[in-house]
């Protein structure tokens, strides 16, 4: 079963602009993970972000985190084409030792 | 530090075969999972392991199962193969839960 959803599912920008890509799940968590997947590869941690914390910088990305609405973004400034790839929010609740993830926003980033 | 490794890379196999997929986790690291990815499901979880002992096993059939060695390496396998079961099956590994996970590149099972 999948916890999250993000959106948009998929996103087209040109290099150098801002993308920003959403989350959102359903129940209590105790954090929250983005990734980022190339062509079917194995996936990339980003940024894990604990549900006591609002905000989280990683170099060109920003994470937040608002509990009471069950929702975070994923910021990412000054895109490049590098950037291009699929991209999930994972969650995980008390003790129940499984991530459970989001369908994934495919971001492209055109030249 | 070595990161996660997943072997095979790539496989195929006939329906009704079994296969045994393999993971060695980042050295230190004791917590180990295993996640199914299609396109059309997306990604799911199989199991996770701690120190040998499967803590939580995901909506799977019983033909999934896996194991964790004492060197927190870990294995699953799949029986009776179903042309459904041909995925992406990642694994990843964390000094223990809650912590951040990385990922192998996976392995790539076709079943014909």
């Known amino acids: 079963s999948q916890q999250g959803e993000e959106d948009p599912q998929a996103l087209s920008i040109q290099e150098g602009e801002n993308a920003t890509m959403n989350c959102s799940y359903k129940?209590?968590?105790?954090?929250l993970q983005w990734y980022r997947q190339n062509s079917g590869r194995g996936l990339v941690h980003l940024i894990l972000?604990?549900?006591n914390e609002r905000e989280k910088h990683s170099g060109r990305l920003r994470v937040t985190l608002d509990t009471s609405k069950k929702s975070s973004s994923l910021l990412i400034t000054a895109s490049r084409a590098a950037d291009t790839a699929s991209y999930f929010c994972?969650?995980?609740?008390?003790?129940?030792?499984?991530?459970?993830w989001g369908a994934g926003t495919k971001l492209i980033i055109k030249p | 530090k070595a990161g996660v490794t997943q072997t095979p890379r790539y496989l195929i196999k006939t329906r009704g075969q079994q296969v045994t997929l393999s993971c060695s986790p980042i050295?230190?690291?004791?917590?180990v999972s295993w996640y199914q990815q299609t396109p059309g499901q997306g990604l799911q979880f199989l199991f996770e392991?701690?120190?040998?002992?499967?803590?939580n096993k995901g909506n799977f059939p019983g033909r999934f199962s896996g194991r964790q060695f004492s060197n927190s390496r870990s294995e699953m396998n799949v029986s009776t193969l179903e042309l459904g079961d041909s995925a992406l099956y990642l694994c990843?590994?964390?000094?223990?839960?809650?912590?951040?996970?990385?990922f192998g590149q996976g392995t790539r099972l076709t079943v014909v």
């Open positions: 392991y701690f120190s040998e002992t499967q803590r």
């Open positions: 994972a969650t995980d609740r008390d003790s129940n030792y499984q991530l459970i």
């Open positions: 129940t209590s968590i105790n954090n």
């Open positions: 972000i604990r549900s």
């Open positions: 990843a590994s964390s000094l223990e839960w809650g912590y951040k996970a990385f």
């Open positions: 050295s230190g690291h004791r917590s």
